[in-house]
């Protein structure tokens, strides 16, 4: 039945004229919304465990500073990394679902150089923590041990055989993919923080364990892979047969290695891939022997394609049989393969066919991998495939001594030993406050213990991390309407022809416009960026700005529970809690 006012023929309506303030619609509730910071896909693959939605919001927002500052809590190195990690994060990336993955790597390296460039320093902490700290080993696993350890307020020296810091970011990777003054910049930031460097100090001649361990309160080890394989093959001590890692080393202090014309290598990871392109840019033929398929060929993919673009040639399911040589190598040796039943690694074992031909070639690169040397370890320390037996935060069986890098069981890039070295100095903080195991776990925000976030250090100040929860937010959990479509960076390098007449920097970076639209590409995934949705969407007007800064409350007296805010969030920065 209608009522109807027949002087104006409109229908009659309660009139209230008091504020809607009195009308609590939350007593109405049976759930709440929440704000939480959960794990972006790519920081949860992050290996150094940088909080990567934080960096590209701060860099999206022309924040460079910030950005940077918001790596270096967690990386020495982004100028390095942004060059030679395997960007791995990118292949979790939530925006890959969408359209094509934001280019992480392209914005770490712009702001690491971009920090070089400025002179931008991290602060040294007054050396007041107590506790002096020595790392044996000045690759990267022991420089992020270092770097960490002295924003600790430690005193930390650093000990190496070789005559420069860097480890195989020195020695092992060629200069076209890290070139050395980006390199030595970023260790220079590391002495100018008061890290100590005493430098061609040998195990066994200038440096013995006992005394390490009797002068300093911890010690963390992080010599790296330098023992090289050798296959026992019959010519093997001919002249012009090398070792890759030691071939690699040479010409990183500036030789050239008598390699000839035409080059054999044995090998299908980075170092034989490595070993290739630099011999094309010593003017030599190269082919690469791989005794498995290249499905299962370690070697980044990335690299390879770069190496084929070079001129390098790969001949797959063929094995060493011997060096043919007179004193010199003439040429190799090789068996064909097939593919049997997978081996332990998972990977299908090779298996010989009997069939057998040569390949002429005026040296030999036997790139068929590398192991830490055991026996330079202190005694007490036991061993465990192929490196030492410790947990995830590098403690040992030695109660003083920590390990990371090479010497732990984890993928031997630069980026595992960086986080290697940063969870080893949470431990020794705690070790050295009398504290136990749970202490350095504590200091991390979120995330598992292979790829934590260092928070506590800096208290997460540059993008507050108000709610963090472990749980990772795919692209399901997103409201993908609020993001338009549009591609990413592309690789910009070299023509092939103008890598191999020289050791030049073969990718190129980008510029600050570029780097902007590509950071504000990303989704920010977990992360509560502002953007007003659940403010303007809420029919209560419960949602409020945080009186404390940064972000949103809810206000429960008038918050009804019915999830639009949740829905309409963009980045899955909310979820809906049925507990009061």
């Known amino acids: 039945m209608k009522y109807v006012d027949h002087q104006t023929e409109t229908p009659l309506c309660a009139v209230s004229l008091k504020s809607s303030l009195e009308n609590k619609t939350g007593s109405w509730r049976f759930a709440r919304p929440v704000f939480v910071d959960r794990v972006s896909p790519c920081n949860r693959q992050c290996p150094a465990g ?79 923590a107590g506790g002096r700290v020595a790392v044996v080993g000045a690759g990267p696993a022991g420089l992020t041990a270092a770097y960490h350890l002295r924003r600790l307020g430690r005193q930390v020296v ?196 009997g069939e057998r031909f040569d390949s002429l070639c005026d040296s030999v690169i036997l790139a068929i991998g590398e192991g830490p040397d055991l026996d330079l370890l202190p005694a007490g320390i036991e061993e465990d495939k192929g490196g030492v037996l410790s947990d995830d935060f ?55 213990t292979g790829n934590i976030v260092m928070g506590s250090l800096d208290d997460g100040a540059l993008f507050p991390r108000r709610n963090p929860q472990r749980d990772v937010v795919e692209y399901d959990a997103l409201n993908p309407f609020y993001f338009d479509r549009r591609p990413g960076l592309s690789v910009r390098e070299l023509a092939a022809e103008e890598r191999i007449a020289g050791f030049d920097e073969v990718v190129q970076g980008f510029g600050r416009g570029e780097i902007l639209q590509e950071a504000r590409r990303c989704f920010n995934c977990g992360a509560c960026t502002e953007c007003g949705n659940c403010f303007i969407f809420c029919p209560d007007l419960s949602i409020r700005k945080d009186p404390g800064g940064f972000g949103y409350v809810v206000d429960l007296d008038y918050c009804k529970g019915c999830g639009i805010c949740v829905h309409e969030c963009p980045r899955g920065a909310m979820t809906i809690s049925f507990a009061e």
């Open 50 to 128: 940088e909080d990567i939605a934080a960096t590209l919001y701060l860099a999206g927002r022309e924040r460079f500073e910030d950005a940077w500052r918001c790596i270096m809590q967690e990386n020495p190195f982004p100028a390095v990394m942004g060059r030679v990690c395997y960007h791995t994060c990118e292949m979790r990336c939530n925006r890959k679902e969408h359209d094509e993955a934001v280019s992480i790597h392209s914005v770490e390296r712009f702001l690491g150089d971009y920090a070089l460039e400025r002179g931008l320093r991290m602060e040294p902490a007054p050396e007041d």
């Open 394 to 448: 590098g403690r040992t069986a030695l109660e003083k001594v920590f390990v990371g890098g090479d010497l732990s069981s984890l993928p031997r890039t630069v980026t595992h030993a960086i986080g290697s070295g940063k969870r080893a100095a949470a431990a020794m903080d705690a070790f050295l406050k009398g504290k136990g195991a749970a202490a350095d776990e504590a200091r991390f925000r979120w995330g598992d």
């Open 158 to 353: 650093v000990f190496d055989a070789r005559d420069r810091p860097g480890g195989l970011m020195q020695y092992g990777i060629p200069a076209y993919r890290l070139p050395r003054d980006i390199l030595d910049g970023e260790i220079g930031r590391l002495e100018a923080m008061g890290i100590r460097f005493e430098m061609r100090r040998v195990l066994g001649r200038d440096l013995a364990w006992d005394s390490l361990i009797g002068e300093y309160d911890a010690l963390f080890v992080g010599m790296g892979a330098h023992r090289e394989t050798l296959l026992g093959l019959e010519g093997e001590e001919a002249v012009g047969v090398f070792q890759a890692l030691s071939f690699l080393e040479d010409v990183s202090r500036g030789d050239s290695p008598p390699v000839g014309r035409t080059v054999g290598i044995v090998g299908g990871g980075n170092s034989a891939v490595d070993c290739a392109r630099v011999c094309r840019r010593l003017g030599a033929d190269v082919r690469v022997f791989y005794r498995r398929s290249e499905a299962e060929m370690p070697a980044h993919e990335e690299e390879v394609a770069a190496a084929r673009e070079e001129g390098v040639s790969f001949e797959f399911l063929c094995a060493p049989a011997e060096i043919l040589q007179d004193g010199k190598v003439k040429g190799l040796g090789l068996e064909r393969m097939r593919l049997g039943k997978p081996d332990a690694s998972g990977r299908r074992s090779p298996e010989p066919t």
